[in-house]
C-alpha cells in the first residue's frame, strides 16, 4: 500500500511550522535589524540544498528587505563563489571552507546564519566556532538531531524532522519570515 506523499508531506511541513515560535523568530529579527542599523556583515552558508537556500535568501536580504533603498543589509552566501570554494577545498581542505573566508571577511559584531539538516557537517561545525573566536554571534537553523551545530551555535531553531527536504523548507520559511519583518520595519532608528 501506498503512502499518500503529498497530503503526508503537508501534514509533516504544517506540524513543523506549528512548532515555530513567533517572538523567537522576532527577536532574530531584532538581531539582523541592528547589524543592518550598525553597518555589519550577515553571513550565510550551507551545503547543497542549504547552500542554495543561503544563496537564494542572501539575495532576499541584500534587495528584499529594501528594494531600491540604500543602504541594504551587507549580506554575502559563503557557499556562493565557486572559485573561493574550489581553490579553499583543494588547498586547505573541504572543512575549511566557510571559517577561512570568515577569518578574512568576518569582524567582531557581524552576524552568521548556518543552515544544516544534520548539524554535522564538518564546514559548518567550523565556521560556528571561527565565528566564535572573532565575536560573531550566531545563529543556527537545524533537522534531525540538530548535531554538534545545536551545542555550538549562540540561537538555534531546530526543526527535530529526520526528512531533509522539509528541513530545508524550515530554513527557507523562516529566512521569508525575517525577510519579511525587516522589510516591514526597516533599519530602525539609529
Avoid at 63 to 73: H, Q, R, T
Wanted: glycine residues 10%; aromatic residues 8%.
Amino acid at each position: 500500500m501506498h503512502v499518500p506523499i503529498i497530503p503526508n508531506y503537508v501534514d509533516v511541513l504544517q506540524e513543523q511550522l506549528d512548532t515555530i515560535l513567533p517572538a523567537e523568530v522576532e527577536q532574530w529579527a531584532r538581531a539582523l535589524q541592528k547589524v543592518w542599523r550598525e553597518g555589519r556583515q550577515f553571513f550565510l552558508c550551507g551545503n547543497g540544498g542549504s547552500a542554495a537556500n543561503a544563496i537564494h535568501l542572501a539575495n532576499d536580504f541584500l534587495y528584499g528587505v529594501s528594494p531600491g533603498e540604500a543602504p541594504a543589509l551587507r549580506v554575502m552566501a559563503l557557499p556562493a563563489n565557486s572559485s573561493v570554494l574550489t581553490c579553499l577545498g583543494n588547498d586547505i581542505g573541504y572543512e575549511a571552507i566557510f571559517s577561512q573566508q570568515l577569518e578574512t571577511l568576518g569582524q567582531k559584531g557581524d552576524l552568521l546564519m548556518v543552515f544544516s539538516g544534520s548539524g554535522n557537517s564538518p564546514n559548518i561545525v567550523e565556521a560556528l566556532k571561527t565565528a566564535k573566536c572573532l565575536g560573531i554571534e550566531t545563529y543556527a537553523i537545524l533537522g534531525f538531531s540538530g548535531g554538534e551545530c545545536k551545542a555550538l551555535a549562540d540561537h538555534v531553531l531546530h526543526f527535530e524532522i529526520d526528512d531533509m527536504q522539509i528541513a530545508e523548507d524550515m530554513q527557507v520559511i523562516v529566512g521569508h519570515m525575517l525577510m519579511k519583518w525587516l522589510r516591514e520595519r526597516g533599519r530602525g532608528n539609529s
